[in-house]
């Protein structure tokens, strides 16, 4: 762990788990020397990290089921569009009601496949609904739609509901010694409401069903949670070739991307070698040029001339190193990329805090990635946000980098172009937020924004470690 000296925020971003596909059993927890393990404090240290993964994958699975009970009510909302939908075609008017009901559909769909993807393996989508509506009707992924609908518009929004009801039956069998002799006699009863309880051993005894209930939520919980998100990920995927399909159209596009980014980066680099340090060099020749006159009259101006030559081939040299260094970084090449987000921290004019824990090297490409990333975002937040303090959080986890930069300024940033951008609060700045999607997406990384007006805005940035 690594943490920048440059006004400390008090909250990390740990990424959650995905209880849909990550595994139950915890990371093995780092070695130890060998005088630790003699001593025994290994297993303590171990033993808290077993309940601290535990804690955060029933968490997690708890927030993936109460999001899948809101999906749930969609589809359930969507299912009885299609039914009145079919009721209407017995009177005939039911093929008007019929696209938009399918396209109600899809949206839900839609929604569902962008919650399983945060909680687990991307769900791709499928082509736009055909045009014709014998097409839509007839079309696989519509029908595959149809059939989730009905079965998470049941199951999902059920598991939700248990989901929601085994935290509630818990605490209040946990905590139900502390109050019940406070309320009604007719209240005093556990909660599966089993019996009602009038005295003291009848009030202890229905902590053992709270321990129980506890039980059934951490051994239980995450197989709920998968079991919501089954349907989803089995009915919702697209065909094989309708897969392969949208996928080389994702890679063609990322790749024409990467393209135009690696053209834009080359532009920029000549730009700064045309505009700096090439005017300086020749601000030397021509200095020495004079110095060379001068020195057969006048000795003294050719020294001076000399003197601002050296002058004019040291700011030419500092710049070159500043191109240099926008290429890569030497501290990347030589150190790591907590160390040279550290370094961009402090060159920072808002007070950032880096929070960086990231084992072992990525791939060399992914790291540069990385860094310019962060420093565009801190770029905007430095001139569009008027933030007060930025936070830049780096987490390793299993294959993928994990990057959060997230500042208190004002919100509202903005790809050019109109999607959401990312990297600093403010209406501004939206060309730079274009240029961090095109890196991300060259390596095949994803990017998300939450910058709501008034703020705080959040980018977070995920690329794979080895591309």
Known sequence: MQRGTHDPSGRTADAPARPASAPTTPPAPAPVPASARSSGSAS??????????????????????????????LALVALLWLAVTALACLVGVGLLLLPSALHAVRA????????????????????????????????RAVRREVAWVAVHGVLGTFLGVVGLTLPLNAAHDLSFPLWWSLVPESAATAAAGWWTVRDWPGALL?????????????????????????????????????????????????????????????????RSLHDGTQNRLVAVTVLIGAARRALARDPADAVAALDRAQDAAEQALAELRAVVRGILPPVLADRSLPDALTALAADCPVPCEIDADVPGRCAASVEATAYFVVAEALTNVARHSGARRAVVTVRRRDDRLCLTVRDDGRGGAREAGGSGGSGGSGGSGGSGLTGIRRRTEAHDGTMELASPTGGPTTLEVTLPCGS
């Open 44 to 73: 303590p240290a171990s033993a808290s990290a077993s309940v601290s993964a535990r804690a955060r994958l029933v968490l997690d699975s708890l927030e993936h089921l109460v999001s899948g009970f809101g999906t749930g009510i």
């Open 108 to 139: 839900v769909a839609d929604r569902e496949r962008a919650r399983l993807s945060r909680w687990g393996p991307e769900v791709i989508g499928p082509p736009p609904l055909p045009s014709g509506l014998r097409a839509a009707i007839t079309d």
């Open 206 to 270: 229905v902590l053992p069903m709270g321990a129980g209930w506890l039980a059934v939520i951490l051994l239980g919980m995450p197989a709920l949670a998968r079991l919501q998100a089954w349907p989803g990920r089995r009915l919702l995927r697209p065909g094989a070739g309708t897969d392969l399909v949208l996928r080389v159209a994702e890679l063609t596009a990322t790749r024409a991307a990467a393209l135009d980014a690696h053209a834009t980066e080359l532009r920029r680099i000549e």
